[in-house]
């Protein structure tokens, strides 16, 4: 009986051994030797698709990249739908459905950018990529495309817009569905792809649109392409993202501009009231001052302890962006983002420089941002910020002021604002996570990085409520990518690995 018993305890080791802990479609090796076999055609793709523009603003833009997608994704078998939205420009839906698939992820990317500036680049113009290398003085310099034909070296890097934020992303998944193909495998889960068009322009439709179409975009999950991984731009795996909310106050003067040595101690002044009312939102350390803007987060010790397994470079991080010391809203990086911020993003009075006048100016003009986490109302929060205003002696408009309110209150603000989007988080131990980081872990030998939630903002949280989904951040490009900002750009070396990725989170099979 021992001897049986010895013998079906073996059996059972040798079976279990055969089967892989997380189960996956291909190895690593496969999935690199797969994946890199599509990067001459990737990087063709890539520089035809930035070749688009694609600033929102203008549509008739917006529709040729619309066609080029409808195009890209239908030649792989996606059945596309153009769903439209209040707006004049539509979402994208590309859906595909495999045989024994249990479940269906649904998948975000954006393909509109900022505007461009063409003369604040260092190349012909923003939507004619080049490719580039560092020279021995760190200057980058543009080189042939064939060089490419020899080599294809990680930190070469593609500059033009969107190179980055977001088409790059979409390339580097369209490569994987064709090495998907190579590789003879189809996943265990349903695809649809959904595609933004606005997002630059704060998806300003989305929300609306993900109810009104929502039994279209029903999925089990919800996978993001989107933003650089963590600045060590190691494999990173991110479970939320602030939402935004965004202010507009103007403090009024005179009613056009007078000469300040007639009036200079006679006029209040509206740039110095709109610099009092600022100041008084905020401690010294940049901790904000309003009563109750912080209720309801805590940090505790288990929190703590995933935010201390990133691994930040304190010290770094301050000298790359120049700066002595921080604002004390959190004890490090990681912590302060937990929190709702308020910053001033940009400020507007009279003339300034070569174009400088001695007026006491009509108004002044503060922007003002705010990122929101999960525990925070962002009602509440501009309730909370009007209340301040007026216990500062403000009689808040919502527009131009009125003769008789000019005559009647002596400082007058307009007040406007608007919620793009809330914040979202999902738990690192949910469905998704578990699977998302095993495909991590077959693809690097190792667990990524695990940021709970990122400080910048994307239009997820109208997803991860009406269609009741958890949601993660597969971010793929270059952490110095230079988004948003003139010489856009994407490390080839990242493009590579962001094919490799996706490709593994294909491959990856739900335990």
């Given at each position: 009986?021992?001897?049986?018993?010895?013998?079906?305890?073996?059996?059972?080791?040798?079976?279990?051994?055969?089967?892989?802990?997380?189960?996956?479609?291909?190895?690593?090796?496969?999935?690199?030797?797969?994946?890199?076999?599509?990067?001459?055609?990737?990087?063709?793709?890539l520089?035809?698709?930035?070749?688009?523009?694609?600033?929102?603003?203008?549509?008739?833009?917006?529709?040729?990249?619309?066609?080029?997608?409808?195009?890209?994704?239908?030649?792989?078998?996606?059945?596309?739908?153009?769903?439209?939205?209040?707006?004049?420009?539509?979402?994208?839906?590309?859906?595909?459905?495999?045989?024994?698939?249990?479940?269906?992820?649904?998948?975000?990317?954006?393909?509109?950018?900022?505007?461009?500036?063409?003369?604040?680049?260092?190349?012909?113009?923003?939507?004619?990529?080049?490719?580039?290398?560092?020279?021995?003085?760190?200057?980058?310099?543009?080189?042939?495309?064939?060089?490419?034909?020899?080599?294809?070296?990680?930190?070469?890097?593609?500059?033009?817009?969107?190179?980055?934020?977001?088409?790059?992303?979409?390339?580097?998944?369209?490569?994987?569905?064709?090495?998907?193909?190579?590789?003879?495998?189809?996943?265990?889960?349903?695809?649809?792809?959904?595609?933004?068009?606005?997002?630059?322009?704060?998806?300003?439709?989305?929300?609306?649109?993900?109810?009104t179409h929502k039994?279209?975009?029903?999925?089990?999950?919800?996978?993001?392409?989107?933003?650089?991984?963590?600045?060590?731009?190691?494999?990173?795996?991110?479970?939320?993202?602030?939402?935004?909310?965004?202010?507009?106050?103007?403090?009024?003067?005179?009613?056009?501009?007078?000469?300040?040595?007639?009036?200079?101690n006679?006029?209040?002044?509206?740039?110095?009231?709109?610099?009092?009312?600022?100041?008084?939102?905020?401690?010294?350390?940049?901790?904000?001052?309003?009563?109750?803007?912080?209720?309801?987060?805590?940090?505790?010790?288990?929190?703590?302890?995933?935010?201390?397994?990133?691994?930040?470079?304190?010290?770094?991080?301050?000298?790359?962006?120049?700066?002595?010391?921080?604002?004390?809203?959190?004890?490090?990086?990681?912590e302060s983002?937990?929190?709702?911020?308020?910053?001033?993003?940009?400020?507007?009075?009279?003339?300034?420089?070569?174009?400088?006048?001695?007026?006491v100016?009509?108004?002044?003009?503060?922007?003002?941002?705010?990122?929101?986490?999960?525990?925070?109302?962002?009602?509440?929060?501009?309730?909370?910020?009007?209340?301040h205003?007026?216990?500062?002696?403000?009689?808040?408009?919502?527009?131009?002021?009125?003769?008789?309110?000019?005559?009647?209150?002596?400082?007058?603000?307009?007040?406007?604002?608007?919620?793009?989007?809330?914040?979202?988080?999902?738990d690192?131990?949910?469905?998704?996570?578990?699977?998302?980081?095993?495909?991590?872990?077959?693809?690097?030998?190792?667990?990524?990085?695990?940021?709970?939630?990122?400080?910048?903002?994307?239009?997820?949280?109208?997803?991860?409520?009406?269609?009741?989904?958890?949601?993660?951040?597969?971010?793929?490009?270059?952490?110095?990518?230079?988004?948003?900002?003139?010489?856009?750009?994407?490390?080839?070396?990242?493009?590579?690995?962001?094919?490799?990725?996706?490709?593994?989170?294909?491959?990856q099979?739900?335990?």
């Amino acid at each position: 009986m021992t001897n049986k018993i010895t013998q079906f305890l073996f059996l059972c080791f040798l079976v279990a051994s055969l089967v892989p802990a997380k189960a996956q479609k291909l190895k690593r090796n496969q999935i690199e030797s797969y994946a890199d076999a599509e990067l001459p055609k990737t990087v063709e793709n890539l520089i035809t698709f930035l070749s688009i523009p694609n600033d929102a603003q203008y549509p008739a833009n917006i529709k040729k990249n619309i066609e080029w997608l409808n195009s890209e994704f239908s030649d792989r078998g996606f059945e596309v739908e153009l769903l439209p939205t209040a707006g004049e420009i539509p979402i994208m839906l590309a859906s595909t459905s495999y045989k024994k698939a249990e479940k269906t992820v649904l998948m975000y990317f954006h393909a509109d950018g900022q505007a461009i500036d063409s003369t604040k680049w260092f190349q012909p113009h923003p939507y004619k990529p080049v490719l580039k290398a560092q020279d021995e003085s760190g200057n980058w310099e543009i080189i042939d495309w064939n060089s490419l034909d020899s080599e294809f070296n990680d930190e070469w890097r593609v500059f033009g817009r969107s190179a980055s934020d977001a088409k790059g992303p979409i390339i580097m998944f369209l490569s994987a569905l064709d090495a998907m193909k190579a590789a003879k495998f189809t996943p265990d889960f349903n695809l649809k792809i959904i595609i933004d068009f606005e997002e630059e322009q704060g998806s300003p439709n989305l929300p609306a649109a993900v109810t009104t179409h929502k039994d279209k975009l029903a999925a089990d999950m919800l996978v993001i392409f989107d933003g650089p991984p963590h600045i060590t731009n190691k494999p990173t795996l991110t479970f939320g993202a602030r939402g935004i909310s965004d202010i507009t106050l103007t403090t009024y003067g005179p009613r056009v501009p007078q000469h300040s040595g007639h009036y200079g101690n006679y006029a209040p002044n509206p740039a110095l009231r709109l610099s009092k009312l600022l100041a008084s939102m905020k401690d010294e350390e940049g901790r904000v001052t309003i009563p109750g803007f912080y209720d309801g987060i805590t940090l505790d010790e288990e929190t703590k302890k995933i935010l201390g397994a990133v691994p930040d470079d304190e010290a770094m991080i301050q000298k790359k962006i120049g700066i002595a010391a921080t604002d004390k809203v959190g004890n490090n990086y990681q912590e302060s983002i937990q929190y709702p911020s308020l910053n001033i993003r940009g400020l507007q009075c009279a003339w300034v420089g070569k174009e400088a006048r001695t007026i006491v100016p009509a108004t002044a003009t503060a922007e003002i941002d705010m990122r929101l986490v999960p525990e925070c109302d962002p009602e509440k929060l501009i309730s909370l910020i009007k209340k301040h205003i007026e216990s500062q002696g403000f009689y808040i408009t919502s527009g131009e002021p009125t003769e008789e309110e000019r005559m009647k209150y002596p400082k007058i603000v307009a007040f406007k604002y608007s919620v793009s989007y809330a914040a979202f988080r999902t738990d690192f131990n949910s469905e998704i996570g578990n699977w998302l980081s095993n495909a991590y872990v077959n693809l690097f030998g190792e667990e990524p990085v695990k940021i709970r939630i990122s400080g910048g903002s994307i239009p997820i949280s109208p997803f991860v409520a009406t269609l009741d989904v958890p949601a993660v951040t597969v971010p793929n490009v270059n952490p110095d990518n230079n988004q948003h900002s003139p010489n856009e750009n994407l490390r080839l070396g990242n493009l590579k690995r962001g094919v490799r990725t996706c490709l593994a989170i294909l491959a990856q099979k739900f335990d």
